[in-house]
């Protein structure tokens, strides 16, 4: 009897063993790394840079639209490029969205650098890693056009992503901040994705490149009282107090160096020259007017905090293992 007993522990104690190692076959399998693609496709970085060098040779502007991309599909979903899902007449993607109709562009760069991604090694990057990877090339190309330290800002993407074989319409109408967003809605929406607020003031440092639409800040510039008079007059000068009448106009995000990516998104924000109400939200008298200051007096310190941002937005929730797919074009599924 002893014996029996002493076999039926074994017995438990090697399933347990067994289900505690496939626990961690799965957690591990979970995890993004650096180096993912080290033996499968070592060339998907330099694919990946050639295009984009190309793309924002050919519209600076370019660079910071993928950048965009990257952070409204990670809002919606994770990091699954949903967002680069066409609509179809039995599927709706996110594309029409609110936030990212007439808005959000770049998707044909996407699939030259899918194009020459398969090339390389066909089938096996995932449009979500190579959005992640030509998000990073774009900021540190924009930069070194410049001569800024590519130290500074480059840092190394966590790749391992899937692809999605759905979308979520709502989750984009519902999860991308707004640029009508208080302090409070931003803090709020970014929170939802396990970002604090400092990735937030960090990341939207991100607006110190690309330009917006007259739709998204024209209130601010007509209704708002933190604004600068005479920054305001010259941005009504292009975008008509009547809606309809001049909606897709283009200003710049940052009216000194708008293909620049440096600190002047917060000196102007500290000057009420922010173009869009969300942004000089960040320096109007509330919690985060401290840091906009540091940024202000540390570029370097904005460089930082901004790759710590980029790298755990990239973090969110993506589908690893044997979820999702690898899609062989990103605007559809398999």
Known sequence: MATTRACAAARLGNILLLVIAALLAGSSSAQLSTGFYSSS????????????????????????????LFFHDCFVQGCDASLLLDDTASFQGEKMATPNNGSVRGFEVIDAVKSAVEKVCPGV???????????RDSVVIVSSLYRFSLLKIHHDVKVGRRD???????????????????????????????????????????????????????????????????????????????SGSGDNNLAPLDLQTPTVFENNHYKNLACKKGLLHSDQELFNGGSTDAQVQSYVSSQSAFFADFVTGMIKMGDITPLTGSSGEIRKNCRRTN
């Open 41 to 68: 496709c070592p060339g998907v970085y330099d694919a990946v840079k050639s295009v984009m060098q190309s793309a924002i040779a050919t519209e600076q502007r370019m660079g910071a639209s993928i950048l965009r």
């Open 164 to 242: 999605s074989t759905a979308a979520s319409f709502s989750g984009a109408n519902n999860n991308i901040p707004p640029p009508t967003s208080g302090l409070s809605n931003l803090t709020s929406l970014f929170a939802a994705q396990g970002l604090s607020q400092k990735d937030m003031v960090a990341l939207s440092g991100a607006h110190t490149i690309g330009q917006a639409r007259c739709t998204s800040f024209r209130a601010h510039v007509y209704n708002d009282t933190n604004i600068d008079g005479a920054f305001a007059r010259t941005r009504q000068s292009a975008c008509p107090r009547t």
């Open 125 to 135: 990057v995932s449009c979500a890693d190579i959005l992640a990877i030509a998000a």
